[in-house]
């Protein structure tokens, strides 16, 4: 496992596997960070990739869970599989996948974020958490009730390529 910069690892090193799950979108430049992993990898090597899908039914609401202002990019399936293979990937394999809470939270933030204009929805979340145990314990049971009732459509949504996260998995086929 490595914290830090791509540019930090020592150059010759190279590696099997690289994870990236939700790091993409904070880079300046995708197809430049894309192309160095390709180089970090052994032939025949594989990256999995996990990022935000601003393709996604619940990415219309303002409270969608990845609209954040640390995200530089924002990715569809087409548009991560057009950058994955400009950098010289293969593509394995790319899906989607709708989180159990995406929905409920995606419109819970919505709805707060118009009674509270002025908080972040971090604020808002965490202040509802602190109000009290029991709307804590509510809140938990709720999400988890819409979850399950929800399964059947975020499965549909998930097979249509419209789930909230892009899971993306291309393989090095370069040759040394």
């Keep these: ?54 393709a996604s039914w619940e990415a219309r609401l303002p409270g969608w869970n990845s609209y954040e202002p640390y995200h530089l990019h ?12 400009k950098a010289g990937f293969k593509i394995q394999l790319l899906t989607t996948h709708e989180s159990f809470s995406g929905w409920f939270l995606a419109i819970l933030r919505t709805l707060l974020r118009k009674s509270h204009s002025r908080q972040s929805q971090q604020e808002i979340s965490e202040n509802i958490m602190k109000s009290n145990i029991y709307i804590d314990h509510v809140y938990r049971l709720v999400m988890i009730i819409c979850g399950f009732l ?17 899971i993306l998995i291309g393989r090095n086929e370069t040759d040394e």
């Excluded at 910069?5 to 994870?19: A, G």
């Excluded at 929800?150 to 892009?166: A, H, N, S, Y």
């Design 1 to 54: 496992m490595h914290k830090g910069s791509i540019e930090s690892l020592p150059d010759e090193q190279q590696f099997d596997v690289v994870v990236m799950n939700h790091i993409l979108e904070h880079v300046s430049d995708p197809l430049a960070f894309l192309k160095d992993v390709l180089d970090r990898l052994k032939p025949g090597g594989l990256m999995h990739l996990a990022v935000p899908n601003v």
């Design 74 to 85: 924002y990715f569809s399936p087409q548009t991560l599989q057009f950058a994955a293979e």
């Design 150 to 166: 929800t399964l059947p459509f975020r499965r549909f949504q998930e097979f249509i390529g419209r789930g909230d996260e892009i």
